[in-house]
């Protein structure tokens, strides 16, 4: 067993074993690694840090001691899972720094030993023992380029042993079966490494044997012309003309394995596809805030970003590889059972009742806490790590709420802005929050905050009115992809008319949504009067929540109970009140119900915008229809809208039930006139990649004005 060396922050970070993901980067240190200007080693080690799926072996004619040592003093050194040292004579295991002795038996097998192999060389004296390098398994000598006689290499194969000449210096005589390449090779057939997988770099001659194994391989810009011409027909082999580390990095980067740091980073929770029965699935809708910055990431080439999305994922490394995008997506893995307690119980548990206005529905467990910190510190230096110097970084929602102070700690440099989809609460609904103090002194770190409403905003602000600084305030609705939708509604068959009035919804499974309400609404309507019974029908498209989520248990439990009541007391033949859909349809369909609904009905106790509604009367407009827009006053759109469309309070349910009797009762000609009003409205929110393309201006625009106004 060797000693352990000095611990570093990243160490451990890779796996012990194979994995579907993993690639393995295999290179030499004096004249490799270690070579080149300091600003390319530290663009190279940051690289690696950012892709913890490429495993470092270093392969060396340093010993243990010495690469400890290295390792101990140098920061810019990447850690390696594992080293091949004395120019292959030895393997160690960097997970307790112990030799790996059967494979070492296997390398070493007929080496004569070091004193021996001193006596049968001590007869040439221009062979210059290295005195005081630490050595197993070999014997190292200083020995000029004039010297290297045919005499030393016939002393040395008489030994049965290996020899190898680097740098015009460096003589070293090794076991016959030893040599950095033999060595990777009993490392690839015990770890299954495969060859595509795995990247040999060096610069001398010593590294030769690497590049016999069928690898990818890289000889850095300033390697000696002998191992240029030795691989120069090699088609594997990389040449790029630059030293040192910035060889290796550009070879990682042609061949996909890393990405570079970005310009902007965007943050947010997850990545755009959902992985569901097997296969990625993208968003249903051509809207929300995922097709949004799938929108602005993947502008054609003129426009495109200098950005990457950075989201965590609960997939192992072998299906996240199948995810089918060209977009720059930089991924998180963490463990399933750690997101259950971030995103299952702290989010939506603990943050989401206070922010939708239910603080009395708050419940707060350590346990789930520590993980919503640990996921935020994780993002935080996920972030870092794939942001440029002063790069604009973009978070996402309450997700995200510690993220900004842990950021901003780590990297000053970086312009940090969250934009909030969500509503914000008042500043009493957000004390309740049993961390709501050290939620406050990390918002208080954001160069930017945004919301859709100046409602929103105004909370904000209020909140952290006595913190040292605010940060700088904007107020940006998000509208939706309105060509998109008109162009999809005039493309879809026209549908028979119904004898009966059409009342939708389109929401998640959610009590935010307030559904309960809406069929107890209905309910109150059809009881005071009964000749409407059979001649409307109300249309509730309500997918469930992401698997795991118990928040919302109690609302499906009511929500199916009143529906059953509801149809089973009035139910006749060929007729029932309530048509009940728990389950993501196809955008297209969507738009079919869109299309055929006479009344759409949003009674959200809270919203942070609304886009179903936007989505509506857009699919009305576009062909010619007159549908009718209940609205709570409590969803963003309200603000934007107004009094054009027919505002309810969903806390009354006088006021729902009268609401909805309004729309059905409201004239063509009344009809006719809302829809337009509306329409006109809609126009007033920019295309979702303008949207996204203004906040990162602002962002960015924040940070660089330290004398910045609180609300812009």
């Known amino acids: 067993m060797g000693s352990t060396a000095t611990a570093r922050p990243h160490a451990g970070r890779y796996p012990l074993g194979p994995t579907s993901g993993e690639r393995v980067l295999v290179t030499d240190l004096d004249g490799t690694l270690l070579a080149g200007d300091e600003d390319s080693r530290r663009r190279l080690a940051h690289a690696l840090d950012r892709h913890p799926h490429i495993t470092v072996v270093y392969a060396t004619g340093r010993s243990l001691a010495s690469v400890q040592a290295l390792l101990a003093e140098e920061a810019l050194a990447p850690w390696p899972r594992w080293i091949i040292a004395d120019v292959g004579a030895s393997i160690i295991d960097t997970a307790d720094m112990s030799h790996c002795e059967v494979h070492e038996r296997a390398l070493r097998s007929g080496w004569p030993g070091r004193r021996r192999v001193r006596a049968a060389l001590d007869r040439f004296p221009q062979l210059v023992d290295q005195h005081g390098v630490t050595q197993q398994g070999r014997c190292s000598y200083y020995l000029s380029p004039e010297d290297l006689s045919e005499e030393i290499k016939a002393a040395v194969q008489a030994m049965g042993c290996t020899w190898t000449y680097s740098a015009d210096r460096y003589f070293d005589v090794l076991p016959p079966r030893a040599g950095k390449g033999p060595a990777l090779r009993e490392l690839m057939h015990r770890l299954d490494w495969q060859s595509t997988h795995v990247l040999v770099a060096g610069d001398s001659l010593n590294d030769l044997s690497l590049f016999r194994l069928g690898t990818h391989g890289v000889v850095v810009g300033n390697a000696e012309p002998a191992l240029v011409a030795h691989v120069a027909s090699d088609r594997l082999v990389h040449h790029p003309p630059l030293d040192g580390a910035a060889a290796v990095l550009h070879t990682l980067e042609r061949l996909g394995w890393v990405q570079r740091p970005r310009r902007v980073v965007i943050g947010y929770h997850r990545p755009p596809w959902q992985h569901h029965q097997g296969r990625w ?90 993980d919503y910190e640990a996921v935020n510190a994780a993002f935080a230096q996920h972030v870092s790590a794939h942001a440029e110097h002063g790069a604009t970084v973009w978070l996402h929602d309450y997700n995200l709420w510690l993220v900004p102070a842990l950021l901003k700690n780590q990297r000053p440099d970086l312009a940090v802005g969250l934009f909030h989809h969500t509503p914000f609460p008042d500043p009493q609904t957000f004390q309740t929050l049993p961390a709501a103090e050290q939620l406050r002194a990390s918002l208080a770190q954001l160069d930017w905050a945004g919301f859709h409403t100046a409602a929103f905003a105004r909370n904000f602000r209020t909140l952290l009115a006595d913190a040292p600084r605010i940060p700088r305030i904007g107020v940006h609705p998000l509208g939706i992809d309105r060509h998109a939708v008109a162009t999809l509604a005039r493309s879809r068959p026209a549908a028979p008319q119904p004898e009966t009035a059409l009342i939708l919804s389109v929401e998640r499974l959610d009590y935010a949504k307030a559904p309960v309400h809406k069929i107890h609404a209905l309910a109150r309507l059809l009881d005071q009067q009964p000749d409407l019974r059979g001649r409307l029908r109300y249309r509730l498209v309500c997918p469930p929540p992401e698997p795991g989520i118990r928040a919302y248990d109690n609302t499906r439990t009511e929500l199916e109970r009143a529906i059953t009541d509801l149809n089973g007391r009035l139910r006749t033949r060929g ?134 106004p609180a609300l812009t």
Request: aromatic share 6%; with cysteine.
């Open 281 to 370: 699935q993208q968003p249903a809708s051509p809207n929300g805030i995922l097709p949004t910055l799938m929108s602005a990431l993947g502008a054609d080439t003129e426009g495109r970003l200098d950005a990457v999305w950075a989201a965590a994922t609960t997939e192992d490394a072998s299906t996240v590889a199948t995810i089918p995008t060209s977009l720059p997506l930089a991924l998180l893995p963490l463990p399933t059972a750690q997101w259950a307690g971030y995103f299952h119980r702290a989010c939506k548990e603990t943050l989401w009742p206070a922010l939708t206005a239910q603080p009395h529905l708050i419940r707060h467990d350590a346990a789930h806490w520590a």
């Open 575 to 708: 007729w029932e009140p309530v048509e009940y859909i728990p389950r993501t349809l196809p955008f297209e369909e969507v738009c079919d119900h869109y299309l055929a609904a006479d009344v759409f009905w949003v009674t959200s106790l809270a919203d942070g915008m609304n886009l179903t509604a936007q989505e509506y009367l857009t699919a009305q407009t576009a062909t010619g229809r007159t549908g009718v827009l209940i609205l709570s006053r409590h969803a963003g759109a309200a603000d934007y809208l107004k009094d054009q469309a027919l505002l309810t309070d969903p806390h009354s349910p006088h006021d729902l039930v009268e609401k909805l009797r309004l729309a059905l009762a409201m004239p063509a000609e009344q009809r006719r006139a809302h829809s337009a009003r509306l329409a006109g409205l809609l126009t007033a929110t920019p295309p979702p990649a303008e949207w996204a393309r203004t906040i990162i201006d602002a962002i960015g625009d924040a940070a660089e004005d330290p004398a910045r």
